[in-house]
């Protein structure tokens, strides 16, 4: 009897460690918000549907929630001069940058009228990233979902912990590596650029004082970011092919027509260069690469079970 009560219990144990360990799946909605994942495409195609940039800027969203204490949504979180709280959107690599949000917000709306406080602000950004890159001709991938929403947020971290677009090489890879990323899954993330915009004042430099740049690139984007003044006016961070998420970005690098200085960086004569050379002649192993290496980024330091909550409104805690 004390025996068959033995493999009871560890019967029991054994299915509570499985059930935890998969307590995240793709279909974590399916049966409390079965039209979650048609809700945020039907948004995310219709906002990149008005305006392609739109969908840069959810994939980046994303980029930058997981980057500072995992994906938990911190990054929506508004500051609040009540309590004295101060978000992340002001952090120097966020402010006057980051986009998007009242898509977001819109999202959320529709899934609190259709299951009220079930799917969290931290999957929304997370789905939203991945239909972005698909409306815009990228991969797509399965999301794992069952993530909970943080209910706080670092000003400090956003400020450390996110790539500067004035890194080296050196500088990517070791903070790709602090956040356990190797120096391919770096540079297939980079691979992110291949669409949207960057601002004048964060490649001025590049464009007037660096030698390691095409001398034709260089002067077509000096007419749009002069030497003075013009800081928020925007270039492509691929010109080959400005929206569609392609690897044309790459193909750029190898022509020395990365528009950051830490695009460039990817090759300029370093250990990145022949994977950057892979990329630009194989599209199909970069979109791959970057589906594989967006999974993991997504599932960086989750709060699940009892931890954080699942906000009602994106922008504060409940």
Known sequence: MALHSYYLTLSVFVILIFSSSCSSSPQYYAKTCPKALSIISAAVYGAVGKESRMGASLLRLHFHDCF????DASILLDDD???SFTGEKSAAPNANSLR???VIDAIKTKLETACPGVVSCADILAVAARDSVA??????WAVQLGRRDSTTASFSSANTDLASPVMNLDELISLFSRKGFTEKEMIALSGAHTTGQARCLLFRNRIYNET????TFAQSIQSNCPTSGGGDNLSPLDDGSAVIFDNSYFKNLVDNKGLLHSDQQLFSGG???SQVTTYSENPITFKADFADAMVKMGNMSLLTGAAGEI???CRKVN
């Open 271 to 273: 250990s990145a260069d």
């Open 212 to 215: 390691n740049i095409d001398s």
């Open 100 to 102: 998007g949000f009242e």
């Open 81 to 83: 001069d009540a309590s």
């Open 68 to 71: 500072v204490n995992g994906c």
């Open 135 to 140: 409306a815009l001709g990228g991969p797509t």
């Open 311 to 313: 906000r009602t409104n």
